[in-house]
């Protein structure tokens, strides 16, 4: 069976939305860097001691969101999370995934890493402001591209929505309000609802997450 490392409340709750979509067999393994578990064992597997870390059955491990979403979505290519090999619609799901993993999760590590960068409280405020302004330009663009759908690739969920919504969630934690942008919200909502969102969030007790 499939081992699966995650934190709670981070980016690897987008693979953990993707294994529960799929219904697929897995071991969930917890880390915390707070309560110190099972952070070795991950530093093991990953020398960059991040997560998500996927164990296959054949005991392989993979690391990276956008591998293991994809790995995973071929896994059962019945449930459509990611469309066949050399297919149009695989390449736009892809593309979506890249944007959140290059673009838009990258533009939050200034706000979380703030005080890691700079000491100075007026750089800490200009930092933030220009991580802001990125963060509204990339939701800007979502907005607009979710327009007469219901999900970012059209009207199928796809792994990259799983990531999508994981990383938009993030908005509330760094005070970034959505509420304006009326697609985003009811994307957030819709994905928010399916119930192996729901069973994610439920196990990551974060039942909270909409803004
Ligand atoms: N590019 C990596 C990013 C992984 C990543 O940054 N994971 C974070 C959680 S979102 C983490 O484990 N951080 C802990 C650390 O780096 O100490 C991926 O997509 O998997």
């Known amino acids: 069976m499939m081992k699966f490392y995650f934190s709670t409340s981070t980016c690897s709750t987008a693979c953990h ?21 099972n952070v070795s064992e991950l530093n093991k ?37 990611l469309a066949g090999n050399g297919t149009w619609e695989r390449s736009e799901t892809m593309s979506w995934v890249a944007f959140v993993a290059s673009d838009l999760q990258k533009a939050f590590t200034p706000f979380f890493q703030v005080k890691d960068i700079s000491q100075s409280e ?34 199928q969920f796809t792994i990259a929505d799983a990531y999508l919504f994981t990383i938009i969630g993030w908005t509330k934690w760094v005070k970034i309000s959505t509420l ?32």
Do not use: C
């Open 17 to 37: 939305i993707a294994l529960e979509e799929l219904s697929l067999e897995y071991t969930p393994i917890e880390v915390s860097w707070k309560r110190d578990l």
């Open 45 to 81: 597997l990953n020398p960059l001691g991040a997560v998500p870390v996927l164990i296959s059955a054949q005991g392989k491990t993979l690391t990276q969101n956008t591998a293991i979403l994809e790995y995973l979505a071929d896994q059962k290519p019945s449930a459509q999370l």
């Open 122 to 155: 007026t750089a800490q405020t200009e930092i933030k402001d220009f991580a802001a302004k990125k963060i509204k330009t990339f939701l800007d663009h979502i907005e607009n591209n979710l327009a007469g759908k219901n999900y970012i690739t059209g009207n």
């Open 180 to 211: 304006e942008y009326k697609n985003i919200t009811n994307y957030m909502k819709r994905v928010f609802d399916r119930p192996a969102v729901q069973s994610v969030l439920k196990k990551e007790n974060m039942l909270d997450y909409l803004q």
